[in-house]
């Protein structure tokens, strides 16, 4: 009888671990954020330096669930407008475009955005973002759907040859200013 009551609290044990298990989002550790199989991490925005109104956002995201998934927008609260931009390196200049369809996040791959290649851009940001800032930032993904993720707010430098070369967008951002 004593046995039949501890297997009974043992499968009840598992069931409540299943159940806490089975949740589709879970928070590990700081700002990660995991959601079936697919880990956002590290995920920083550029403190604004007045009376400059943009800044640019970074994070990894490993996909190890078994479906290829997509980065389709992000949105933001401070911005008026967020867009996923790549960069690349054309005659000698850094130009950076909007990816309109995203980023592809295939199974068993990372993606990496950061200073210098893939990154979010925050156009006519309306509030000074001040170093150590948490603010929340919602991503959505085509398989997975909205995921909001707090995005902590550091100074980050820029790539050295960013800042010798001319850094020319193909938008103007400045006429957002
Ligand atoms: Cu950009």
């Known amino acids: 009888m004593k046995n039949n009551i501890l297997s009974i609290l043992s499968l009840l044990f598992i069931?409540?671990?299943t159940v806490s298990v089975?949740?589709?989002?879970?928070f590990a550790d700081d700002n990660e954020v995991i959601i079936d199989g697919l880990t956002i991490s590290n995920p920083m925005i550029r403190a604004t330096i007045p009376p400059h109104l943009v800044s640019a956002g970074y994070l990894k995201i490993k996909n190890e669930g078994s479906e290829n998934d997509r980065l389709l927008s992000i949105s933001s609260k401070f911005s008026e407008r967020d867009e996923i931009h790549t960069m690349t390196m054309e005659d000698?200049?850094?130009?950076?475009?909007?990816?309109?369809d995203g980023i592809e996040i295939a199974s068993g791959e990372e993606v990496i955005l950061e200073p210098g290649g893939m990154h979010f851009m925050f156009l006519k940001v309306e509030e000074e973002l001040a170093e150590g800032d948490i603010h929340p930032i919602t991503l959505e993904f085509e398989q997975r759907g909205e995921v909001t993720v707090n995005f902590t707010v550091k100074e980050i430098k820029r790539k050295q040859h960013m800042k010798d070369k001319k850094h020319h967008h193909e938008m103007d951002h400045s006429k957002h200013h």
């Open 15 to 17: 069931a409540i671990l």
């Open 92 to 100: 000698d200049v850094m130009k950076m475009r909007p990816l309109p």
């Open 22 to 26: 089975g949740t589709t989002q879970s």
